[in-house]
């Protein structure tokens, strides 16, 4: 994003003696939407996004779907009816936001959000190309069981970001014919349960599988708990996408969770803020699809107990 970052700050240099830019991004109200608020990885974004806004002397509101979808959509066409100046959207699905989108456009509300999706209206989605990391993910995989086997992905296919990580997967197993994948839709809300009960049915069901792919780090730590409630410790292991700091710790510790690909989601919030911060000025990015650095977290590679991940100088391939 330094290269965003610094055209805006170009930009807004042009832009400094236009007072009615200037005003526009003064006493300005955000509406902040997810529909699974209580997610880490989700939780981290828009906290660090709200935290940002703050810093900016902005007036925020959060709503938590708790799940809930249409609930989602209404609180952010109610921040919108309200006067608010801008949307930001934390992991709701914006194939799922296709009002919300069209109303924030006819309104002239910048409509911006964290992992996402991409599709027309909004102005921006922020995150990583999920594809690629689900690529990454998969190979690391893949190689840990010399390209034949039996394996599991679970995985809740209707966030973009996750869909995206799922199509990274599928594209490395179609090159290993040895690979048996079975495929398991998490049920959202309570997705922490149902991985649980899930993978506990599976190794009983399966005495072959090798390892588990799961779409989103939230998952990691109750598949690891089933995995060694099943006695399967050192024979099962999981590869992972987020890198929250549970689950950095857990493949620190070198148990069944060998590796996530880690999101400097901290900062997804942050640029997201700025983002709408520069579109209210009238500065809109060149791209409506802004991707950070993501870094492969392996026990060797894992941060030391208590360290934040240093996205600056981490690796993302296991041969560097």
């Known amino acids: 994003m330094t290269n965003f970052l610094t055209k805006f700050a170009g930009a807004a240099a ?3 003696g236009m007072t009615a830019g200037a005003a526009q991004a003064q006493n300005v ?8 608020y209580n997610s880490p990885s989700i939780q981290l974004q828009a906290d660090s996004g709200i935290a940002r806004a703050r810093e900016l002397g902005w007036e925020v509101e959060l709503f938590d779907g708790q799940g809930d979808q249409v609930a989602t959509n209404n609180a952010a066409m109610a921040y919108i009816d309200r006067g608010f100046n801008a949307i930001l959207n934390v992991a709701s699905a914006n194939t799922q936001m ?10 002239d509300v910048p409509f911006v959000s964290t992992f996402s999706g991409l599709v027309p209206g909004i102005t921006a989605d922020v995150g990583s190309n999920n594809t690629a990391d689900g690529v990454i993910a998969a190979t690391e995989l893949v190689g840990r069981i010399q390209g034949e086997g039996h394996i599991a992905a679970l995985n809740w296919n209707v966030l973009p970001a996750l869909i995206e990580r799922q199509r990274g997967l599928e594209a490395v197993m179609a090159g290993y014919p040895g690979v048996d994948i079975t495929k398991v839709e998490i049920k959202v809300p309570g ?3 149902d991985a649980y009960a899930q993978t506990t049915n599976l190794l009983l069901a399966n005495d072959d599988i090798k390892a588990i792919w799961v779409g989103w780090d939230e998952l990691a730590a109750p598949v690891a708990r089933a995995i060694e409630q099943a006695g399967k410790e050192g024979e099962v292991f999981v590869v992972s996408q987020d890198g929250i700091p549970e689950v950095l710790e857990l493949v620190r510790q070198g148990g069944p969770v060998e590796l996530t690909v880690a999101y400097d989601v901290h900062r997804m919030g942050v640029v997201a803020v700025d ?3 520069e579109a209210l000025k009238g500065n809109m990015p060149s791209t409506s699809l802004l991707t950070l650095k993501p870094c492969l977290v392996t026990q060797d590679t894992a941060p030391a107990k208590g360290a934040a991940l240093d996205f600056s100088s981490c690796s993302l391939f296991s041969g560097e």
């Open 14 to 16: 042009i832009a400094a």
């Open 29 to 36: 109200k955000l509406g902040v939407v997810a529909v699974n």
């Open 98 to 107: 296709s009002g919300v989108i069209k109303y924030a456009g006819e309104k």
């Open 191 to 193: 997705q922490v349960d």
């Open 275 to 277: 983002v709408i911060d």
